[in-house]
């Protein structure tokens, strides 16, 4: 059994003043905080089928934002820790950036930069540092509203050219928005992938031994520029303290008495 806490960023920037960039220290803060306390970072894919008996901290990105490889890979490598990536294919295999409605502001302001995506060497350079490539479908799309065409086809097809693309296997999914429903999680397994992650409104802790159903939905706790360092901490407190009064911490706790 293990216990997993997950984050979801998007962006890097120290000065991108946009609820979806974190700055370095913020990162490196945030991320250290677990570090210190025992957590050992790892991908989604190895988080959502990990048995070890240890505190896992997952590190994902969605949208595959170029600050992301810019600013945030050297904060990750400084603490020698990994993390996952989730890549919208029609944008990233284009060289073009994100554009989809609920980004489009900041298009046209002086921050429209930071909505270029990452080359595929830089997504390569990434998976060869140990990081996860995950899919985050072709064109970003709200999934529940497609037809069950249009679902299949973005989640197959962004798998099949990822996997394509980077010569290595598209384990998980991170839906675009979080948006997701019983026949989304489905359409995901049917396509092939081992998990998918959400971004529940309500912070929610991973579960301690996810079943088939509970991999295609494991939650994320979204983390966004307003959040400084106690903002920060009270935020990701409630899933660390469900965990506790959990039998996996008892059992994390147990392997790590017995390990020294
Ligand atoms: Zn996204």
Request: charged share 20%; proline share 7%; net charge neutral.
């Amino acid at each position: 059994m293990s216990a997993v806490v997950a984050l979801c960023y998007h962006g890097v920037s120290d000065r991108w003043p946009s609820p979806m960039a974190v700055t370095p220290a913020q990162l490196h803060d945030q991320v250290s905080h677990f570090l210190r306390r025992g957590y050992r970072a790892a991908t989604v894919a190895e988080a959502a089928s990990a048995r070890a008996s240890e505190r896992l901290l997952v590190v994902s990105f969605d949208d595959a934002l170029a600050s992301v490889h810019r600013l945030g890979l050297p904060v990750l490598e400084s603490l020698g820790a990994v993390a996952t990536v989730y890549a919208p294919t029609d944008p990233i295999l284009s060289g073009t950036p994100m554009t989809w409605p609920e980004v489009a502001e900041h298009l046209a302001t002086e921050h429209a930069a930071e909505l270029d995506g990452m080359t595929v060497d830089e997504l390569a350079d990434v998976a060869r540092r140990g990081w996860e490539v995950g899919s985050h479908t072709c064109s970003h799309p709200w999934l529940p509203t497609l037809s069950d065409a249009d679902l299949a086809r973005e989640l197959r097809r962004s798998r099949h050219l990822l996997q394509e693309a980077l010569d290595l296997p598209c384990r998980t999914l991170a839906y675009p928005f979080g948006a997701h429903d019983a026949r989304v999680a489905a359409a995901a397994a049917a396509a092939g992938y081992e998990a998918a992650v959400t971004l529940p409104a309500r912070v929610a802790a991973w579960p301690r031994t996810p079943s088939a159903l509970e991999r295609m939905t494991l939650p994320r706790i979204g983390v966004y520029r307003a959040d400084e360092r106690l903002r920060f901490r009270l935020k990701v407190a409630a899933p660390v303290r469900a965990l506790r009064a959990s039998p996996a911490w008892a059992a994390v706790g147990a392997a790590r008495r017995s390990a020294r």
